[in-house]
């Protein structure tokens, strides 16, 4: 079975900070991992996806992704946190073959201050 | 422009009633799936169909059907049988390449259900 835990429903952070939302997996399959963010009322948007190419995967708006498979991680970053990134932001896993759906972690509200 | 559309953006129910809520692709994806959000829940999925005039039950597809007659078009019944189905539903896609391959899925930009 597959699992993902995202830690923190809320994080804060302030404007220019470093922002680390943070995502653990459990797969028992070699998974494929995703980041979405949610804008208040719209869809999904993809941010960034690791495919098992290259373990740190960058995306849009200046987000990336390290996948850890020691850690069973896959924690987003971003160096410099802008107000416009204040979203709600979805980690989600899949695996090659089977259903192909995605599996989503319960989400992490980012707050960014003045 | 290519992308998934849904509507109504708001539906309100009565409790006893079915609603339809619609899911267009003009991706020309082969794969499509209905998720539903709860606030703190994430994303769990209700049924998804993999090729026309084909479906599979996700993990909380009580209460719901859907239909797959055209590649563009994946429509989701809510039905008086759901007990509790005010939440707001996402419509994805994904093209499906090969077998061995996932790709990645986009959204629509959602239907918000409100049971009166």
């Known amino acids: 079975a597959q699992s993902v835990t995202q830690l923190g429903s809320h994080v804060s952070v302030s404007e220019g900070a470093l922002v680390l939302l943070r995502c653990n997996y459990s797969?028992?399959?070699?998974?494929?991992l995703f980041w979405y963010v949610q804008y208040p009322n719209q869809g999904l948007q993809l941010l960034l996806k690791y495919t098992s190419a290259a373990t740190l995967v960058k995306g849009i708006n200046g987000f990336e992704a390290e996948f850890k498979k020691s850690e069973t991680s896959f924690h987003l970053t971003n160096p410099s946190a802008h107000m416009s990134d204040a979203a709600e932001y979805f980690c989600?896993?899949?695996?090659?073959?089977?259903?192909?759906?995605?599996?989503f972690g319960s989400g992490t509200r980012l707050q960014v201050q003045p | 422009d290519g992308g998934i559309t849904q509507s109504p953006k708001y539906l309100f129910r009565k409790e006893g009633q079915n609603v339809t809520l619609s899911c267009e692709q003009n991706l020309n994806h082969d794969a499509m799936y209905w998720y539903r959000q709860d606030p703190g829940q994430g994303l769990r999925l209700i049924y998804y169909?993999?090729?026309?005039?084909?479906?599979q039950k996700g993990d909380i597809a009580e209460g719901y059907s859907v239909s797959r007659e055209k590649k563009e078009s994946f429509p989701l019944t809510v039905t008086s049988a759901q007990k509790n189905p005010t939440a707001f539903y996402l419509c994805?896609?994904?093209?499906?390449?090969?077998?061995?391959?996932?790709?990645?899925?986009?959204f629509g930009p959602g239907t918000r259900l409100t049971v009166l």
């Open positions: 169909s993999q090729i026309v005039n084909d479906f």
């Open positions: 797969s028992s399959v070699p998974p494929y």
């Open positions: 994805a896609s994904s093209i499906r390449r090969v077998l061995w391959k996932t790709d990645t899925q986009y």
């Open positions: 989600a896993l899949t695996y090659r073959g089977g259903r192909r759906a995605l599996t």
